[in-house]
Nanobody, 116 residues
């Protein structure tokens, strides 16, 4: 499975960004796509994840501001993370994760910087 992430960048506080991650290859019917982030000096943490049945989970710090969704196609699954009302504390490197219940994969990190 290969992951290709896109999005990220610099945004002012209160602004919005959209991250996308496409997983391609051997995609089993049951899988989980998620976004994690790691700020400088901190551990990597789960931001949001979505299971193939549509079930979602969010970190408390992003509930009500971030929305994860997914598009399913043959041999490709794309997860989107819509980030609204961004705060400086959302600044981090964001990593896409794909778990097909046998193995998990990580995408390259994409930087999100929230600053005025």
């Amino acid at each position: 499975v290969q992951l290709q992430a896109s999005g990220g960048g610099l945004v002012q506080p209160g602004g919005s960004l959209r991250l996308s991650c496409a997983a391609s290859g051997t995609i089993f019917s049951i899988n989980v796509m998620g976004w994690y982030r790691q700020a400088p000096g901190k551990q990597r943490e789960l931001v949001a994840r979505i299971i193939s049945d549509g079930d979602t989970k969010y970190a408390d710090s992003v509930k009500g501001r971030f929305t994860i969704s997914r598009d399913n196609a043959k041999n490709t699954v794309t997860a989107h993370l819509q980030m609204n009302s961004l705060k400086p504390e959302d600044t981090a490197v964001y990593y896409c994760n794909f778990d097909n219940m046998i193995e998990e994969y990580w995408g390259q990190g994409t930087e999100v910087t929230v600053s005025s």
